[in-house]
């Protein structure tokens, strides 16, 4: 039995000569695999993957090796998704695969298939010395283990996808929160270069933002501080949670953590009211930083007016966030870390690929997203989408990619934090936290109904 992984069954088939069903006439090879390989099986992807034309490149390298495989994928809006998904599943007419943040995947843990020990599939190919004759193959093979994920994937990957010692799915990429800047604004308060650290960036904010003698903001340092008008709101508060070494759930990952205090020496401090605190201080007109408030318009509609220094945003969000702002001189940065920091932390939000329990074809669907996990077909995607990998063998070589060297650059050490069984609400709890801060309840109150907020959550209910 041949390793799917390490050494897979495709790449021998990818130097044989593949051909059709509708012309080859199997004489040689095992009944059972000329009997598979006569069964159709069409497989459905649902996604929200604006990179649908990569996409097709992996489903089209994928028939050419199992010619009886045909994959139809259906892209949706990313808002009407779920609820798309929800009707199909409670109609018992779900797709195979699905592809889903990885924030949510635990939530929908008990409607997946984990990834099996072993595939098994049959597929054509040509044999014989003078003669070449279609032969059926059906050949079967182990599939990665989970030490096979956590040394061909950056960290964040495992620690998202393994769920009860199982792989319930395989990303095709993977994208960190970075700074979208307007490099006017910049060079109009004196700065060289994008910052690099907190200290660097509330400086530069602070040399942008404009306020007259009534108090109003007549132009913004940075989208920061607010919940309901700041894009990304949640994430740049829990990625700066994270920096600042901020435990967000327990170990037993029942408890939501990050409301309280840690010892450092003979000091005790809390390091989510710390991070809770700077975020809201860019939207408290009392403090230096001040530079958003709730009266602002949202903020690609400010960045697009060409008053908004900084916004905050994913590599995905590239061509969107360009299309949108004509006119401005666009530019991306790292996200700041803390002065000094020896750990830098990035903040990572991605999609990954599921099979679903209703699949007639687990065995096929699984072997697909196996296939695109492989790193030759992983660096025909990455290459044709344009977008940061989530294989670590990838990484220096994107790094040194002019267009994909900044992206890139955050990969190895990015971060996720949620582990529970319902993100919205627990985003939502997190926005709340921002609000009630903002209108006056104390940091410390809100982080304690914050957290209770999270923490039921934690604990399963269904979808």
């Known amino acids: 039995m041949k390793n799917l992984f390490h050494k897979p069954l495709y790449i021998s088939l990818l130097i044989l000569t593949t051909v059709s069903l509708s012309g080859a006439v199997c004489k040689g090879g095992s009944t059972e695999a000329k009997n598979k390989l006569a069964q159709p099986v069409a497989l459905e992807w649902w996604g929200t993957n604006s990179n649908s034309a990569a996409v097709n490149e992996i489903i089209n390298d994928y028939k050419n090796?199992?010619?009886?495989?045909?994959?139809?994928?259906?892209?949706?809006?990313?808002?009407?998704?779920?609820?798309?998904?929800?009707?199909?599943?409670?109609?018992?007419?779900?797709?195979?695969?699905?592809?889903?943040?990885?924030?949510?995947?635990?939530?929908?843990?008990?409607?997946?298939?984990?990834?099996?020990?072993?595939?098994?599939?049959?597929?054509?190919?040509?044999?014989?010395?003078?003669?070449k004759e279609p032969e059926a193959v059906l050949q079967t093979g182990n599939t990665m283990t989970?030490?096979?994920?956590?040394?061909?994937?950056?960290?964040?990957?495992?620690?998202?996808?393994?769920?009860?010692?199982?792989?319930?799915?395989?990303?095709?990429?993977?994208?960190?929160?970075?700074?979208?800047?307007?490099?006017?604004?910049?060079?109009?308060?004196?700065?060289?270069?994008?910052?690099?650290?907190?200290?660097?960036?509330?400086?530069?904010?602070?040399?942008?933002?404009?306020?007259?003698?009534?108090?109003?903001?007549?132009?913004?340092?940075?989208?920061?501080?607010?919940?309901?008008?700041?894009?990304?709101?949640?994430?740049?508060?829990?990625?700066?949670?994270?920096?600042?070494?901020?435990?967000?759930?327990?170990?037993?990952?029942?408890?939501?953590?990050?409301?309280?205090?840690?010892?450092?020496g003979n000091e005790t401090y809390s390091p989510g009211a710390d991070a809770v605190r700077f975020y809201t201080d860019f939207a408290n007109p009392s403090k230096e930083t001040y530079s958003w408030s709730k009266e602002e318009p949202a903020t690609l509609k400010a960045f697009a007016s060409g008053k908004l220094g900084f916004m905050f945003g994913y590599w995905r969000d590239y061509n969107t966030i360009k299309a949108q702002t004509p006119g401005i001189n666009l530019d991306i940065a790292n996200f700041p870390q803390i002065d000094n920091t020896t750990r830098p932390t990035y903040y990572a939000s991605y999609f990954v690929q599921a099979i679903t329990k209703q699949s007639k074809y687990v065995n096929e669907a699984w072997g697909l997203l196996h296939f695109a996990a492989r790193a030759e077909e992983a660096q025909k995607y990455l290459s044709s989408a344009k977008q940061p990998s989530a294989h670590r063998q990838f990484y220096q070589t994107q790094v040194q990619d002019p267009n994909l060297g900044l992206p890139a650059k955050q990969l190895l050490t990015a971060k996720s934090w949620y582990r529970g069984f319902n993100y919205k609400e627990a985003e939502k709890a997190i926005l709340e936290l921002i609000n009630q801060i903002n209108s006056g309840t104390t940091i410390t109150q809100a982080l304690e109904f914050a957290a209770q907020k999270v923490t039921q959550t934690l604990y399963k209910t269904s979808l």
Not at 71 to 91: G, I, K
Not at 229 to 235: E, K
């Open 146 to 264: 989970l030490d096979n994920l956590r040394e061909n994937f950056v960290d964040v990957v495992p620690q998202d996808v393994i769920i009860d010692n199982k792989i319930y799915g395989l990303p095709l990429s993977l994208d960190t929160l970075l700074i979208y800047y307007n490099r006017d604004l910049l060079n109009a308060a004196g700065f060289a270069k994008p910052p690099a650290t907190w200290t660097e960036f509330k400086d530069a904010t602070e040399k942008i933002t404009r306020i007259d003698k009534q108090g109003r903001l007549l132009q913004n340092g940075v989208a920061m501080g607010e919940a309901n008008n700041v894009l990304y709101a949640a994430d740049i508060l829990v990625a700066l949670m994270l920096q600042n070494g901020t435990k967000m759930i327990d170990s037993s990952g029942t408890r939501a953590t990050f409301n309280q205090q840690t010892q450092q």
């Open 65 to 131: 090796l199992h010619p009886n495989i045909s994959v139809n994928y259906r892209q949706f809006r990313p808002e009407e998704f779920e609820t798309a998904l929800l009707r199909a599943m409670a109609a018992q007419k779900g797709p195979d695969i699905i592809t889903l943040s990885n924030s949510s995947l635990r939530a929908w843990q008990d409607y997946l298939e984990p990834l099996p020990a072993t595939i098994t599939l049959p597929f054509i190919q040509m044999t014989g010395f003078i003669k």
